[in-house]
Nanobody, 125 residues
């Protein structure tokens, strides 16, 4: 069984940066991974995804050019570098993992098998 643990959230001012980390434990993990976020009263939305080999990435339009997803398979960890943060980025951010997908990425929440507990990101104006 794979467990995902996020870290790196916090309270920052608009324009600041944060880096989220998601560590996978339980076994060596090289499937596709993604980040989703959920703001209060809203549905969980896709943010970014990366293939198992790290060669393919995809972002939702609102974060393109500001967020970067990456991974270090030797450390079983995926990252989300968030720059130029905006108040509308405020949400709980969730890491998701899939048992397959070494060369492709996935954007649907139902495509993922494992989820972290979430980390809060709050951006003040």
């Amino acid at each position: 069984q794979v467990q995902l643990v996020e870290s790196g959230g916090g309270l920052v001012q608009a324009g600041a940066s944060l880096r989220l980390s998601c560590a996978a434990s339980g076994r060596s993990f090289n499937g596709a991974m993604g980040w989703f976020r959920q703001a209060p009263g809203k549905e969980r939305d896709f943010v970014a995804a990366i293939s198992g080999n790290g060669g393919r990435t995809y972002y939702t339009d609102p974060v393109k050019g500001r967020f970067t997803i990456s991974r270090d398979n030797a450390k079983n960890t995926v990252y989300l570098q968030m720059n130029s943060l905006k108040p509308e980025d405020t949400a709980v951010y969730y890491c998701a993992g899939r048992g397959s997908g070494y060369t492709t990425y996935f954007v649907g929440a139902s495509d993922y098998d494992y989820w972290g507990q979430g980390t809060q990101v709050t951006v003040s104006s």
